[in-house]
């Protein structure tokens, strides 16, 4: 298996930057299109357990579009062969005044419809001294 193709590498980095750009403007829509529809998609959620498209749909619908901003870092999108891939990053939103840090993992398939999230993490802990070392805020 080949890892991180050029080529697929620039496919998933453009799918997280629709991403992330739909989550910050609250664009629903297209946060709907990158996750799977299927039942068996998921995202564990900062407060959340989600199970199925159906329920990743319903959270978005009724989520406040409030607070949304946020910057990235240490963001890492590693392919495998032509199909697969994990895209991880670490987030910051000004509201939370500093010492907080969010994580991020999705994991993206290639289907005959494009690629999707299969299956996402979230959460938010207080900023080890090791992330604050690592690189810039972007």
């Known amino acids: ?3 991180d193709l050029p080529d697929v590498l620039a496919e998933v980095t453009a799918q997280f930057a629709r991403y992330e750009k739909a989550l910050v403007e609250n664009d629903v829509a297209v946060l709907d299109e990158l996750f799977r529809a299927d039942p ?3 995202r564990y959620g900062i407060g959340e357990n ?3 498209y159906d329920a990743i749909m319903a959270f978005r619908a009724a989520r406040s579009p409030v607070g949304l ?3 990235t870092a240490q963001t890492v999108i590693t392919a495998y062969g032509r199909d697969a891939a994990v895209a991880s990053t670490l987030f910051y939103r000004d509201a939370w005044g500093g010492g907080r840090v969010g994580r991020q993992m999705q994991t993206w398939v290639r289907f005959p419809e494009g ?3 299969v299956a996402a993490h ?3 802990i207080d900023e080890p001294k090791s992330s604050k070392d690592m690189g810039q805020k972007t």
């Open 50 to 52: 989600l199970y199925g």
């Open 69 to 71: 901003m946020r910057s």
């Open 122 to 124: 979230v959460s938010i």
């Open 115 to 117: 690629w999707k999230i």
């Open 1 to 3: 298996m080949e890892v």
């Open 40 to 42: 068996r998609t998921l």
